[in-house]
């Protein structure tokens, strides 16, 4: 009910400011009566924020009603690849690294600069994904989440400040981390490697540091490990602070800490699929989507934290976007060449590491 | 020691019964407990979750799509296994291993697999994700089930009343409208919900095939856990258990028709 | 009602893909009138060409997808490395060898249990009969999913199951989730209602005359058991072991969640390749290899059956 309650009052909202919010922007393009533009994203609370806080916008500036393709990423953007000479979805949800290497594969398109006229009022650092000219960008940032830690302040009484907590010998068997596949693992990959004295370009030492760990459980998502921190299993996890703040809502007993070596950035974003008919109105989406109104209920709605300059949270909310960090705190990898390495070193993760936590 | 060895029995069948229904029976007392994680301790009695549903109407879409998804898969592939399955009888033994294997076959390739192999397939059409698409490899998951069914139904299929049938002058639609099909109904009925099951659970072979338009149940569930948990999912799993049960009952009771004797 | 077929008479006794036939199969051999034959043949159709159209077609993209290069294998032309890879791989070829383990292990633990739980419920009455029957039914409807989801919450060392024994200290915390034993416990768990349904009606289709011939001999129940019931269950016993072992084998929700991603079977491989890593050709080639390990593993079930099995 409460949550019925909060989008009808955004509605209001929506309406009451549209008229001022239609000056600053763009006039929207017109479009056919009954177009209903398609967004590939991930479901559940994510599709419900999209809907609630895009849409009512979206809706009434160009007529065209939203529709939604969920699921998670590597479905959605696999169903990109195999329909590329017919795609069905208008824009695409997805980390940098997935717009990049969409991008690439050329099943995304850029936008044009001219067309997002809220692009001035993003971050320079959540402009990770590039356009191939100065005209065009190739998608634009929706939120910045951290990757950071949580764990159970009853049952852990010797802080945690540092990514090196997690190889402490009393938590083999008690940790959650990342799976192999999980979108962060570059970048945990290069952090290990640093905490053993390597670097991004010597990482060997870092899969041998991460063959060390001994993980309980291997998580996509929180809701991988959180029965297991329920039961006390696992008292220390590696995740987003989002997730960790949905969990602190749900009365869990989770402290969250932003590890000394920063948290580690991950910028999703939007992308226009290619071969889509209607270009101009997912233009119109991207800049609703960075849009001042739009990246406020996105950080209500799912505690993402928003990378347009003009949003100033309310301080119980920045609490909780970003777990309070400060965009110093945190550390910010070009996804680009993320999206060359992955395959090798998912299947180094897989065939070196793997067998490591597996054995315990 | 004949008492001993009942008590035994009965000992054993309900522990049977604990282990294979408990992890259900588990989620549906989460369901109504008033705490905000899934799982959690005990924390008091509530609706609430159920309330929570309706503020999701993407879950009765979804619920309504993997009906009709499973109910027209369902009725093609009985269909087709009735046909395979009375040719596979009338023509004896020797040819029936082959093709019974065959047609056995998408038992043995992973779904994920069937799914991606769809919608490239789909894709050299123009055809893509979707309801079609969707219907097309469901009825194949289905194949297997509906025939196994079928072919039970065949093994006690008597063929000479068939050939009485004939012998008297009736057609073949006759003697199918007459005779076979009427014997052959609840193996029919049984294969047709036993595919519906499979269906309207299955999600690997639906996690590249379905469309804005088209999203399964157990898709909008997967991707609900991916995001949040809670007990609401609880409830919607509960609910479906129930509403399939009573389904289950009013078909015993008013269509006579049940799933195993 | 007519004879000879019984509302509910519907699972197997005989395994259709199977290349022996059915106990107490009227003779399918009757001779049709001629030119019925013809038609008759025509009636496979439907099924061969669904068949054809939807599985066999996407099969073929599947195979020649696994003999292209790929990012991991850069190759200027197809060819069969991407099968040697993944064989040569040592962790590769020991998730190879387990995917069959578990899915040996999961089939002869269920089938046991399940012939036992099948052997007792004939003896249900009434209304108690029909609900046990459609109790089994419960977990299938349930979903895989939520089953899975009731697994993650009752199976932590500190959950509801364990963790009261573990505070009395009456046991060691059990490390069960991430480790094999919880994927075989949820695989044990999804497949006995199978079992149990299969099974059921093959020890149920038995004649009962042959049980008072047994007992007009004199035969003990045990004697009765060995030489009427087992014997003459065996091929549903063969069909039942053949299901398990595939549902088995190609499992992917319980290695997924319960197997903890360091534990990857052939499935949560393929899933990776195509989910992570957007491998087609590697993920076509394991989905090959785990296609062709099924089916030599189903002649070998057939073969290991065959002399149980009374003409």
Sequence with gaps: ?360 | MKRVATAAGWTYLTAVYVFVIGPVVFVAAESVNSAKAFPSAFAGVTLHWYQAILAHPEFFSAAWTSTLIAAVSSAVATAAAFTAGYALRRRGRQESAVLSTLLASPLLVPQIVISLAMLQFAGLFGLGAGFASLIAVHTIHGLPFALRLVLTGFARFNFSLEDASFSLGAGRVTTWREVTLPLLRPNLIAGFTFCFILSFVNLPISLFLTDAQTTTLPLVMFAYIESRIDPMLAAVATVVVVVAGIATLVLERYLKIRLVE | MPDGIEAGDVVVADVPWASHASPGGVDSRIGPLKGRRDVTRLLLAPSLVLLGLFLGIPLIVVLVASFQPNVLIPRDSAGLYNYTYLIAQPYYAKILVRTIWLGIVATIVTLPLGYAAALLLPRLRGRLANMAVMGLTFPILAGPLVVILGWMALLPAHGPLFGPLVRWGLIAPPRIIGTDTAVLISLVQFMLPFAILTLYTTIKQIPHELYEAAESLGAGPLREFRDVTLPLSMPGVLSTSIILFSLGASSYISPHYLGGAANLTLTTLIGQFILATYNNALASAAAILLLLIMVLCMVGLVLLFRPLIRP
């Design chain 1, 1 to 360: 009910m409460k949550k019925l309650s909060r989008r009808t009052a955004l509605k209001l909202a929506g309406a009451a400011g549209a008229s001022a919010w239609a000056r600053s922007s763009l006039a929207a393009p017109a479009v056919n009566k009954g177009t209903v533009f398609t967004v590939s994203v991930w479901g559940g609370v994510t599709q419900e924020a999209v809907e609630a806080t895009i849409g009512p916008e979206f809706t009434s500036a160009t007529g065209a009603t939203l529709a939604f393709d969920i699921g998670a990423q590597g479905p959605r953007y696999s169903k990109l690849m195999a329909q590329r000479a017919s795609p069905t979805a208008d824009v695409f949800f997805g980390t940098d690294e997935a717009l990049v290497a969409g991008l690439k594969a050329g099943i995304l398109a850029p936008a044009r600069r001219k067309n997002l006229a809220n692009l001035g009022e993003v971050e320079d650092w959540a402009l990770t994904v590039k356009g191939p000219d100065a005209e065009t960008i190739g998608g634009v940032p929706y939120c910045l989440i951290a990757y950071i830690l949580g764990y159970n302040p009853d049952q852990i009484k010797t802080p945690i400040t540092s990514w090196a907590d997690l190889w402490r010998p009393e938590f083999a068997g008690k940790l959650a981390f990342a799976s192999q596949f999980h979108s962060m693992m570059p970048g945990l990959v290069i952090l290990a490697a640093e905490l053993a004295g390597g670097s991004a370009t010597n990482l060997d030492p870092g899969f041998k540091k991460l063959a060390e760990l001994r993980p309980a459980k291997l998580g996509f998502t929180w809701t991988d490990w959180s029965s297991l921190y329920q039961s006390g299993d696992v008292v220390i996890a590696t995740e987003f602070d989002c997730y960790l703040a949905v969990m602190q809502t749900q009365d869990y007993k989770i402290k969250t800490v932003v590890p000394k070596e920063k948290g580690l950035a991950s910028i999703d974003g939007v992308g226009i699929v290619k071969g889509r008919p209607n270009v101009e109105l997912a233009e119109f989406f991207l800049d609703t989507t960075i849009g001042a109104k739009a990246q406020l209920g996105l950080a209500e709605h799912l505690f993402h934290g928003p990378i347009n300059k003009k949003v100033q949270l309310p301080g119980d909310l920045k609490a909780k976007c970003y777990c309070g960090a400060e965009i110093a705190d945190l550390r910010f990898f070009d996804p680009e060449p993320f999206v060359a390495v992955r395959p090798a070193w998912t299947e180094r993760l897989t065939t070196e590491v793997l067998p490591n936590w597996a054995a315990r």
